[in-house]
């Protein structure tokens, strides 16, 4: 009887109604032991994670008329190797979160952005960068504050604990057409960073813009 692949062998065990559980955590376990990679001391893995995992953008917009957000950038290189095998995943998950940068389309895209993770996810994000219409997403949170409350319950430092930079990008300067003078500009990027800093002064949040040589900080 030729031998069955071990997909097949775990499928007749689901069939069979046996311990697929433990037929899984055998054939885990032999590939643990004869994979090249996984043989590897932990912190050479470390580095090889760290190369591989970093330097990505995940790119948010919130959909037109609709209460959720959507990931448009295309497909992060540091995404296939979480699906390996169950032992890497365990080892990468979070590093996708702490190494890379979340990008918003807009402030309600940012304010919507924690509904796409959970507890732990949310816990590892380091950095935020948002475009915001400057005039309008100021005017937004003023009136929310002299309600009493933060936009949609918005709380920055509650729902991103660890975070440790926000940048910020004001589309109609980017696009050379911003109506402000210098003077409301600068009171409205204050409001804005008070807000994203959310009393937490150990968060860094600048302003910055686009350039033909890339992403270039205000002062």
């Known amino acids: 009887m030729v031998e069955l692949k071990e997909c097949d062998q775990f ?27 996984l043989r590897l001391p932990g912190e050479i893995r470390n580095l090889i994670y760290l ?3 970093s330097d990505d953008t995940y790119v948010f917009i919130k959909a037109f008329n609709t209460n959720r957000i959507y990931r ?37 895209a940012c304010e919507m952005l924690h509904t796409k993770f959970n507890m732990a996810q949310r816990a590892a994000i380091r950095r935020l960068s948002v475009e915001l219409t400057l005039d309008e997403d100021c005017m937004r949170i003023t009136r929310g504050c002299e309600m009493g409350v933060r936009a949609r319950g918005f709380c920055l430092s509650q729902i991103y604990p660890n975070l440790q930079r926000v940048v910020m990008f004001d589309r109609l300067t ?13 009171v409205s990027r204050e409001i804005l960073i008070n807000w994203f800093r959310d009393g937490n002064e150990q968060v860094e ?15």
């Open 11 to 37: 499928k007749a065990a689901v069939v069979q109604d046996s311990n697929a559980s433990a037929l899984l955590a055998a054939i885990a376990t032999r590939k643990d032991r004869e994979s090249p990679f």
């Open 51 to 53: 190369y591989i995992c």
């Open 72 to 108: 448009i950038s295309s497909r992060p290189h540091g995404l296939g190797i979480i699906l390996v095998c169950r032992q890497i995943h365990r080892e990468t998950d979070l590093l996708l979160y702490q190494l890379n940068e979340f990008h918003c389309i807009g402030l309600q």
């Open 174 to 186: 980017d696009q050379g057409r911003s109506p402000s003078s210098d003077r409301n500009k600068q």
């Open 205 to 219: 949040v600048v302003f910055a813009r686009q350039t033909m040589f890339g992403v270039e900080l205000e002062e």
